[in-house]
């Protein structure tokens, strides 16, 4: 295990109605004017901004709105929140809603108290200071509710970039399932993929004895195999809904990924998908994940076959562990197949004919130079043949 | 699930040699005057407490020592703690060894800025603030590194009880598994049987649909069955003891254990053990353990059978259930046999005639009346019946 430092200071409030209380950790976190991010409609539909709202009026706190967030958030409306936060001097961002609109709210959050480019924190600068930020989070997937990260798509070129930083991860994060229950099942379904990939991710090291981190992220995989076909088959599942939001939180708060090194290839493969078709994360994942494990397997064919034993029950083959690697990649993409995610590039809406310039932007943009490291460290050349798996 | 709080914000260093960074995590978290509390001489012997010093005068904190904290930690010493460290006036507590110790400096912290008796905190008066702690682990076993939890044993009627509160968890916590390397195979087999106890004292619960939460308690079962016996047979072995190191913090900083009803009996049971005998708690637990699944697992037949199957690797008898509730149980005695714990009354010194007393002051001790409630309400002829079955 290599040394590492943990720390996970969100303050977490799980559970029913939950949201009622924001008024209350916003004024604990020190907030006494409150710029509220949210994305379409549905926060208002709902009737949960107006909850949001009503609590913080009970605290005499006051809000100014900013909607609009769309999935893969774009770096216009950042630049929209930042000029925003300043002429309402605002001292603390709520986020309401998914992944993209807390990762939208870390942007501002950042680039309010920050002279420059909010985008040179995509490019690389570290974040020194940031307005504190809640959220309220209304799907179940990308983790951002526990973690310092926030990823944006820049319009221009559409890089889809990431930055870090523990000034921006959430001082408090209202987790409430019940809210998580109005999405669709292709939706649930995106957000269940997303987390299974966090989890992926991470099991997919070069660090040895890790027993205890590898353990923990299987029981987050057989919680979301558990728990993920029972909201597909009802969404209004609570107890399902519940578990899974907090498996979604785990897989990504880091706890079960300190002490290793990790992957993030599928991840970075996906990004180019979902910022060239707008496709969502998590479908795009569920089509990147099969290609890039079957083309990475024979890297570590023993760590393959493990998680299909220990995850997926398959049973092993001591004499040929690639036929148990194999198959565990195989439950995984049937898995994903019933729980309604596409495939192939088809399925997806990608074209073949795109790969040259996908692997030019993934393996070339945003100063890499010709490849991309993780688990495995990918050319142009792997780049070109794992996108061609998808097809 | 239950709706629940979960809030973790302990900053964790973990790794070889973090301890020479002590001086800028105080630093970081406020103190410019430290008193450090320890046990023995090991802490002396093993050169770690002049680390930690010149850790210190190199951010030129100066510091107050306090040794001689004792397994099964005293009040008496937490008095000359408080008194010494508002003679000293130090604004910050340095815990260097055990749970003993940090527990120890956890009451001092509370104490030293409360004009009461300290014990009020462990007769159930709230905690609201204390001077903050920092700890720097020897023994991974109690989880007091990264839990709001403290449990003293006061001398007048040798009573042992518990306080808690978010003011006094560790702001940071420096987990060096290499410092963990010189325990003796029978402290390192109590530590085994500490963290394994938090983690079915979780596991005993009565809220239904806790998939997640079970994953991950019996995911720190398994690394511990898996690393365990590697350290008693090679002390040494830095990577085993990085493993038990993690997943003991992760078992008792109640990721785990959020959202369901907990047992804690066991706990409450051993207490009286260790506070009459002063034999180490983890032996405590040993032989209390399988007396108390034992007694109750006819509560939730299909809750042993579970954890037997899926921890122990039982085959699930599905027209006997019971007899693989009864198997993981015995699993359990077998492996804490087998890392060097003991088994009976005997073998850790207790003795039966003592039994009266022992739920007297268990069930009728500080306030209670007749009973102890967890997983299953136990009254004074169940403990009986229980000590009974340890002896």
Redesign the interface.
Same mark, same amino acid.
């Given at each position: &295990?290599?040394?590492?430092?943990?720390?996970?200071?969100?303050?977490? !409030?799980?559970?029913?109605d939950?949201e009622n209380e924001t008024g209350e950790y916003v004024k604990r976190f020190g907030g006494s004017k409150v710029l509220i991010v949210y994305g379409g409609g549905s926060v208002i539909r709902s009737g949960l901004l107006d909850r949001v709202r009503a609590s913080l009026d009970r605290e005499a706190i006051p809000c100014v709105l900013l909607g609009g967030v769309k999935p893969n958030p774009r770096s216009g409306l950042v630049y929209e929140g930042i000029e925003l936060s300043r002429k309402e001097n605002v001292d603390f961002v709520l986020a309401v809603g998914g992944g993209s609109v807390i990762d939208t709210s870390k942007a501002i959050a950042a680039g309010a108290v920050y002279d420059g480019d909010f985008w040179d924190f995509y490019c690389g600068k570290p974040i020194e200071k940031a307005l504190p930020v809640g959220t309220i989070l209304t799907i179940a997937a990308a983790g951002s509710e526990g973690s310092p990260d926030s990823v944006i798509t820049r319009e221009k070129g559409m890089l889809k970039r990431g930055a870090s930083g523990d000034a921006i991860r959430p001082c408090f994060s209202i987790l409430n399932?019940a809210l998580t229950q109005s999405l669709s099942a292709y939706q649930s379904a995106c957000g269940i993929t997303d987390i299974m990939a966090h989890l992926y991710e991470r099991y997919l090291t070069n660090t /040895? /004895?890790?027993? @205890?981190?590898d353990?923990?992220i /299987? !029981?987050?995989l057989?919680?979301m195999i558990? /728990?993920g076909p029972r909201v597909i088959e009802d969404p209004d599942h609570y107890?399902?809904r !519940?578990?899974?939001m907090?498996?979604g939180m &785990?897989a990504h708060n880091n706890?079960c990924g @300190?002490?290793r090194s990790q992957d993030w290839n599928s991840h970075n493969i996906e990004h180019e998908l979902s910022a060239l078709y707008d496709c969502a994360h998590g479908a795009g994942l569920a089509v990147t994940m099969p290609a890039v494990f079957t083309y990475v397997m024979h890297h570590n064919v023993m760590r393959f076959a493990q998680v299909a034993v220990r995850v997926w029950g398959c049973q092993m083959d001591y004499a040929h562990p690639e036929v148990t690697a194999k198959a565990g990649i195989e439950a995984l993409r049937c898995f994903l197949h019933s729980i309604g995610m596409p495939g192939n590039f088809a399925e997806l809406g990608a074209r073949e004919e795109d790969i040259p310039y996908l692997v030019d932007t993934l393996c070339n943009g945003n100063g890499r130079s010709g490849s991309i490291s993780g688990f495995v460290t990918l050319d142009r050349k792997d780049c070109t043949e794992i996108y061609r798996l998808m097809v």
């Open positions: &295990m290599n040394n590492f430092n943990f720390y996970s200071p969100t303050f977490f !409030a799980f559970g029913k939950r399932p /040895e /004895e890790v027993e @205890v981190t353990r923990l /299987e !029981a987050l057989l919680t558990h /728990e107890e399902a !519940a578990n899974i907090w498996a &785990m706890s @300190v002490g």
